[in-house]
């Protein structure tokens, strides 16, 4: 199921390929590992009926930071693996919950990210919510 969302895991999977890790059984998988399995549940899964639930912003600060933070290492792993479907939805998860996540503090930092694992559509909403708040969002480290 991995292969049909991830030319990545087509690949792997694939005898012959010439990619190493199709030889063997195990490979490397970077941590966190909630967001690997996340992302394998993501594949499995048909689009409608994934729960992103446990993403969603929190009243208490911290845990949305923290599930902030497990979307943008979805973000990363989704890039490395170009799960472009997964990709797309956790922008969409990130921006959906707009201001809850996005703040004028932590802004730079989210532009930062997404434009490192090719966000595009999160880095302008990143630029376009700098906008709308009235100060520059010229972020790059």
């Not at 990619?19 to 690997?36: G, L, M, R, W």
């Not at 009243?59 to 997964?86: C, G, K, P, W």
């Not at 802004?107 to 997404?114: P, Y």
Request: charged content about 20%; some cysteine; aromatic content about 14%.
């Amino acid at each position: 199921m991995l292969s049909t969302q991830s030319p990545y895991f087509k690949v792997l999977f694939k005898a012959n390929s010439g990619f190493k890790e199709s030889n063997q059984v195990a490979f490397q998988v970077p941590e966190p590992y909630e967001t690997i399995r996340f992302a394998i549940y993501y594949g499995e899964t048909e689009p409608h009926e994934v729960n992103w639930s446990s993403f969603y912003p929190s009243q208490y600060l911290e845990s949305t930071a923290d599930n902030l933070d497990n979307l943008l290492d979805i973000l990363r792993v989704a890039d490395m693996f170009s799960m472009m479907h997964l990709h797309s939805d956790v922008q969409r998860q990130i921006i959906r919950n707009g201001t809850s996540f996005i703040r004028p503090e932590n802004v730079c930092q989210i532009q930062d990210i997404a434009e490192e694992w090719n966000g595009k559509l999160l880095s302008s909403y990143c630029r376009i919510f700098g906008t709308l708040n009235s100060f520059d969002v010229s972020c790059r480290k």
